[in-house]
């Protein structure tokens, strides 16, 4: 994480240099426009990955905006511009509104159902005041499950200590990121670390160094040490669903590298690059991807990671209160070896 850090702080910067700085409060729409546009044109780090033709759009969405578009105008023409970009970390947001991507998750299998899934951890318990982490021993005490639904929640190592302490005689243990929409990676990463006894390549990480949009320093390897507390070395079976963005598509994607973890589920919904967020002349800010996130084969994971074991949530299970992920890799944790 330190060296995730360092390296985010030298593309920071960069990109204070290389940004048109806001001196004075503007209205202008075409300022505005204009400023949106070339903020995103010399920092946006996937227009070559996602082969987006940013010149063109200039042209597209230029010719919406006059001396006379008002305020709700110019926010929805920057809200349509920048959805072409397909990212779910790009947003525009003012005092009246907000601009967010949904088609990473949208016309996907849902692949969860939150009634459902109170039934395996009704009888186990909540880690503290924690809402968002829940845990439970399942199968008759044999596998371990641990619910975390977002990695803005952040956990005490010795919260974990006691999770951890509570599946040490498990066969194996269920991590259940279904939903999970992401938040701080120290807090996947504090999750992560607890699967693994040696320091190990998890991922790199680039950050530009120019204006051009292929401008990127080489890949700086990413590593993952091992926790401190108390450790899991048994077999894991992590569930995934499209929802499973930003932190928790990077913690899936240490945790796939790990020997003893197979994922099991639906396709992630990526969000791999780093956000970042500036302000336009007008007050409004613009957040958008600065950094990309590379597995540790290099290669991106945008638009997500396909699972290693691919199961769909069936409507039959749900009638019976059953979920067919959960049910699923029970089985598989109790045939392995």
Not at 118 to 144: T, V
Not at 272 to 286: D, K, Q, V
Request: glycine content about 8%; hydrophobic content about 35%.
């Amino acid at each position: 994480m330190n060296r995730l850090l360092t390296s985010v702080g030298l593309m920071m910067i960069l990109f204070a240099y290389g940004c048109e700085m806001v001196d004075e409060f503007d209205t202008s729409p075409r300022r505005n426009f204009d400023a949106c546009w070339k903020i995103l044109d010399e920092n946006y780090c996937f227009f070559d990955y996602k082969q987006i033709d940013w010149n063109s759009l200039y042209g597209k969405y230029s010719m919406q905006i006059n001396e006379s578009t008002d305020e709700r105008e110019l926010f929805q023409v920057l809200a349509s511009m920048t959805q072409e970009l397909q990212d779910g970390h790009v947003n525009v947001i003012s005092k009246y509104y907000f601009s967010s991507y949904e088609g990473w998750f949208q016309y996907h299998p849902a692949n969860f159902n939150w009634s459902v899934i109170q039934n395996y951890y009704r009888d186990g318990e909540r880690s503290g005041d924690y809402d968002e982490i829940r845990y439970a021993l399942l199968a008759g005490g044999q596998i371990g499950y641990i619910y975390y639904g977002s990695f803005d929640e952040s956990i005490l190592e010795s919260e974990l200590n006691k999770i951890f302490g509570t599946f040490k005689d498990c066969k194996g243990l269920i991590v259940d990121v279904r939903d999970n929409g992401g938040g701080s990676l120290t807090n996947s990463d504090r999750l992560a670390s607890r699967f693994l006894d040696t320091k190990t390549l998890c991922g790199y990480i680039q950050h530009k160094t120019g204006k051009g949009h292929n401008d990127f320093s080489e890949p700086y390897p990413l590593y993952l040490e091992p926790s401190h507390g108390d450790l899991w070395l048994k077999q894991v079976i992590v569930l995934t669903n499209r929802r499973c963005f930003s932190a928790t598509n990077n913690f899936v994607s240490k945790m796939r590298v790990l020997p003893n973890v197979r994922t099991l589920g639906g396709s992630t919904g990526g969000g791999s690059g780093f956000p970042f967020t500036s302000e336009l002349p007008n007050g409004w800010r613009i957040r958008f991807s600065t950094s990309p996130i590379l597995d540790i084969n290099k290669q991106h994971t945008e638009f997500g990671i396909e699972p290693d074991i691919p199961v769909t949530l069936t409507s039959e299970d749900i009638e019976k209160q059953k979920d067919t992920l959960i049910e699923t890799a029970i089985q598989l944790l109790l045939t392995s070896d």
